[in-house]
């Protein structure tokens, strides 16, 4: 079965310029989350959703901005790019948001990889 | 509240055992664990829910104590394979087990086993 996947693998942006990143999560998958793991780091919980509404917010900055779609896959959309947004960008997915059917597994993608220049 | 693991690092030899620790200050719901290999998407281990419990699955078990809001991962007879990083993410008990998903992570310990 495929997993989640996530484009594109690596961006590349200067400074101030704007940058979205795609995630589509597993089939009948209806929880989507966003992480953002900085080099040597560990993974920074950013924003999730369930059914398309946003369920839980994190360390998001206010220049980011994500939905869920009806198709489930999710958008993360960055703004004035900062030397500091650089790093690997991470969408997992989850089954039926809730007690049901979730089982704790975190289901990640490859990740999309940020270079700020 | 960031959990604290420790060791930050560890080296082994294929065939030994390791031990990793995952301590919070607060009140927690569960504890979850990954592997993460370089330039990789973190892989899910395990995960222990509060009621304190003990789990495992192949020569990899971990526990929980919730009286003292920690968790240790057992690696046993450790394989090439068992190098990464491993990280313990936690739900906080005040969020009612609602925030699924929404993990904090320890710092992370450097697992590395040689031949």
């Known amino acids: 079965a495929a997993g989640v996947i996530q484009s594109p693998r690596h961006l590349i942006k200067e400074k101030r310029e704007t940058a979205t990143l795609k995630c589509y999560p597993i089939?009948?998958?209806?929880?989507v989350y966003w992480y953002q793991q900085g080099p040597g780091q560990d993974p920074q919980f950013l924003i999730s959703?369930?059914?398309?509404?946003?369920?839980d917010k994190g360390s998001i900055p206010d220049r980011f901005s994500a939905q869920q779609f009806s198709d489930y896959h999710s958008e993360l959309n960055m703004s004035s790019l900062e030397l500091g947004d650089s790093a690997l960008y991470f969408c997992?997915?989850?089954?039926?948001?809730?007690?049901?059917?979730?089982?704790?597994?975190?289901?990640f993608g490859e990740g999309s990889r940020l270079t700020v220049l | 509240q960031q959990p604290v693991q420790s060791p930050q690092a560890v080296i082994l030899r294929e065939g030994e055992d390791a031990v990793i620790n995952c301590s919070s200050s607060?009140?927690?719901?569960?504890v979850h664990w990954y592997r993460q290999k370089h330039g990789e998407a973190p892989v899910f281990l395990m995960i222990?829910?509060?009621?304190?419990e003990q789990k495992g699955h192949d020569k990899i078990s971990a526990s929980f104590n919730e009286k003292k809001q920690q968790s240790s991962l057992y690696l046993t007879a450790s394989q090439l394979s068992y190098s990464g990083t491993y990280f313990c993410?936690?739900?906080?008990?005040?969020?009612?087990?609602?925030?699924?998903?929404?993990?904090?992570f320890g710092q992370g310990t450097i697992l590395t086993v040689h031949p």
């Open positions: 993410g936690t739900e906080s008990a005040d969020a009612g087990g609602t925030s699924y998903g929404k993990l904090t």
């Open positions: 607060k009140a927690l719901y569960s």
């Open positions: 959703f369930y059914e398309k509404m946003q369920s």
């Open positions: 089939s009948r998958h209806d929880t």
């Open positions: 222990l829910l509060k009621g304190g």
């Open positions: 997992a997915s989850t089954p039926q948001g809730g007690i049901y059917g979730y089982t704790g597994e975190l289901f």
